[in-house]
């Protein structure tokens, strides 16, 4: 407990300083477009009309969703400024991050400035024509000051959402208190969970009390109090940014999928390139989508992969080779397609494979997928996000005429759990994880080898291909762990153990 | 129409919509130095009337003239700037204190600051206000004392001519009298043209040289208070009704005393 909320208040100020960034920056576009926009509009109805549906619209968008989506967006704009101007950027992270909260921030910004100038008292803005003032001035010196309250209302619900949302902008590459989140739930780490919730919550309502003071202070005309809630809204904003900026620009970035075998393995390459001298960050939780297009553009320098992933995600394959036979066709379609460098297998596999509580699998008779098929039609299945949507999910059921009764979608934490208590009755499980075991559960064969094997693979981005110091630094990782290593590591994690403690455990284990 | 009226309408018209003209046809003068009240009831075309004068609206026909210029030759903003408007509901600026109401005009020429406080000051005392006003906001005011930063706002920037939306309406009959014969006493001091609007004949006949009745958006008629008494329309005579029955009760109660 104690530990894990050190390590929790250890990575604060890395974790709140991206957060803080990508919240500031999101929000000072969102204003920057908001405002312009709702002004223009006061008095044009049709315009006023599209940007509040445009904006709602936005706003029925699920937050992780509308972050997601701006990847491919920014990975097409990249790849096309990188054509016609010669200037590539990155796609992942920080921009699409800001883009999509910027978005997100508008529509409370803009439907307070619009009400709030248009339900001034008619009253008030005849007497400012009357007195003489020009459209503008009237604006400037009448309207805005009255409806600033309500504005600022606006402004502070941007802001809650924003630094609410942004921990959702971990998946897509941007570090944010998200990260805690996150890994918390992939290793049932609850304190990294609560943890990153209160921190969220509590910078939330500072800001949003900072923005209130100042709204005070303006409709007071205290300028005390304006200028404390604006330097309390400075000093907040510096500190949380002073240790990212004095760390300076990170070397090599070592990427994670989200789950706990990721970051473990991560962190073992982080600990290794650490101690041969390398400045290393992580970007920690990235999707399976995202992941290869991110190594490939540069976003980050290495990670761990899975062979039958690349073999049925990205090739499209549908046919079982032999392991030794995938990756070598892997190999050279990633190298081929995205000059990524396939460094070798780490030794173990993590396949996919659905497993069955032992006692339930043996009244059934069911020792194999083959098996199975005759009882699914009375069965439930559950699985990961992913795995429905998987070709070996199409393969699997293909090959052995499955159909269950019902399929349900749920976090891998909480598969396993569910199959021991018999709530469902086959899940998706990794032959890699330790809770197979830790379960009770029951890996089903699959004699017609519908699923393909599930190598794990060191990949390097194109631009580190030749690197060969860093390339020397992880070498000893190739073929280093077995199987029993990785589900004992594994076992560990989900025991409670931080990924990073576990990574240290397998690099003495393993002898690095 | 005299050619050196201060404020001329010629046969001016407005319509909104496809109704009947909120003004028809209206030919009017305010004469130099002259305080003109236009009196009709409410939907009458009286504020639409004061609106045109200084080009918050357009007229749909006709011509104004103000100063002796068509009002369509004139920059509208500069117009406002150099024409005091009262408004019906006050409109102070809430946001605003009251010097800051009071010197909005001459902010909006470009005074130099010294030039306004001074001018707040002098309006301030003009309106009998002391100076612990200047600070206060408009919500910290009773009705009596908004209106007279509302005069002394209109006033601000040296205007010759004010034009009064039914500046007095709200307002208690005591404060109303007062202010009234306050402003009538201004208006002469500083040889003002005033043009205002009211419902209430009595007002009119207190404070106004001459007295125009617009009914549906035509005058109806026009001349010295006491032309009116008698006049040959039947309206204008019930506009006299209320002002002479009181006139007639006081007498009476007044007789009765001395006897």
Redesign the interface.
Known sequence: MDEALADALARLPDYLGSHVLVSVAALALGLALSFPLALASLRRPVLRALLLAATSIVQTVPGLALLALFYPLLLGAAALSERVLGIGFSALGFLPAVLALALYSMLPVVRNTITGIMTV?P??R?????????EQ?ALR??EL??ALPVIMAGVRTASVWVIGTATLSTPIGQTSLGNYIFTGLQTQNWVFVLFGCVAAAVLALLVDQLLALMERGFSARRRGAVAAGAIGLVLTTSLALVPNLMRGNAGYVIGAKPFGEQYILAGLIEDRLRAKGFAAARRDGLGSAVILDALAAGDIDVYVEYSGTIWANQMRRSDVQPRAEILKEVAGWLKGRHGIETMGGLGFENAYALAMKRERAAQLAVRSIADLARHAPALSIAGDYEFFGRPEWKAIRETYGLSFARERQMQAEFMYPAAAAGEVDVISAYTSDGRVAQFGLQVLEDPKQAIPPYDAILLVSPKRASDKAFLDALRPLIDAINVETMREANRRASGGATPEAVARWLAERIGN | MPEDAAITLEGVTKHFGDGAPALDGVSLSVRPREFLAVVGASGSGKTTLLRLINRLSEPSAGTLRVGGADVTTLDPIALRRRIGYVFQEVGLFPHMTVAENIAITPRLLGWEKARMAARVDELLGLMRLDGSYRARFPHQLSGGERQRVGVARALAAGPEMVLMDEPFAALDPLTRDALGQDYRALHDALGLTTLMITHDMIEALGLADRIAVLRAGAVIAQGAPAALIDHEHAYVRELMQTPRKLAARVDALLAAKER
């Open positions: 008292d009253a008030v005849q007497a400012a024509m009357g007195v003489g003032m020009t001035q010196m009448v000051p009255l």
